[in-house]
């Protein structure tokens, strides 16, 4: 669960037609990073004062997009990587959408109950987990794993939507994060499971 008064609900901060787009995820490929580079690719297109922050921990080996392709997406300014941070909330607060194209074999992302709970609308893969923390059209847009066209429409879908829709759709998912994604909620299901599992006994 989320600890809901540290990540607390925050306003978007942008101007209506300039949203900032945030990925929190370690750099590896089956998170879906370079189909967030591709569909900022085409979102920027369309709509060039979207910005594209990423933020985890990168490091050698097949699992991680290549250094290389890192760097050529800075320098284009597609992504504008910020590296591993110990506290997501300050660059939370400065987004408008969390983002998480993961095909990974994910849990629920902490980092998707976060974003929710600090009021982000959230577009993710309709994956087992991913899709626990969406609410579909309300508070945020699933899209298809492994598909960098169908990410930058719903990418697009955000970019271009009126603020206040946009507000509404991050105050939807803060309540979702209140119903769902409380640590109270969380912990008092844990010890109801284990009471019953000890009595049991």
């Not at 809901?4 to 490929?29: T, Y």
């Not at 290389?68 to 997501?88: K, M, S």
Request: charged residues 25%; contains cysteine; aromatic residues 6%.
């Amino acid at each position: 669960g989320v600890d809901l008064e540290k990540f607390a609900a925050h306003p978007l901060p942008s101007k209506p037609g300039e949203p900032v787009f945030v990925m929190i995820a370690r750099v590896l490929n089956d998170k879906g990073v370079r189909e967030y580079a591709e569909a900022a690719r085409s979102v920027q297109a369309r709509v060039p004062g979207v910005r594209f922050i990423l933020i985890g921990a990168h490091d050698t080996g097949p699992e991680y997009v290549p250094a290389a392709d890192l760097a050529r997406w800075q320098a284009e300014g597609l992504i504008d990587y910020r590296g591993a941070v110990a506290d997501v909330r300050p660059i939370i607060a400065e987004t408008d959408v969390a983002v998480l194209p993961s095909y990974y074999l994910e849990g629920t992302p902490r980092a998707l109950m976060e974003a929710a709970a600090m009021g982000r609308p959230i577009v993710t893969t309709d994956t087992a987990g991913c899709r626990d923390t969406v609410v579909p059209g309300e508070s945020g847009y699933l899209c298809e794993p492994r598909d960098a066209r169908d990410l930058a429409d719903k990418l697009l879908r955000l970019a271009e939507m009126p603020a206040e829709t946009l507000a509404g759709m991050g105050a939807a998912s803060r309540r979702h994060a209140e119903a769902v994604f409380d640590e109270r909620i969380v912990i008092d299901a844990y010890r109801s499971a284990v009471h019953g599992a000890l009595a049991g006994k």
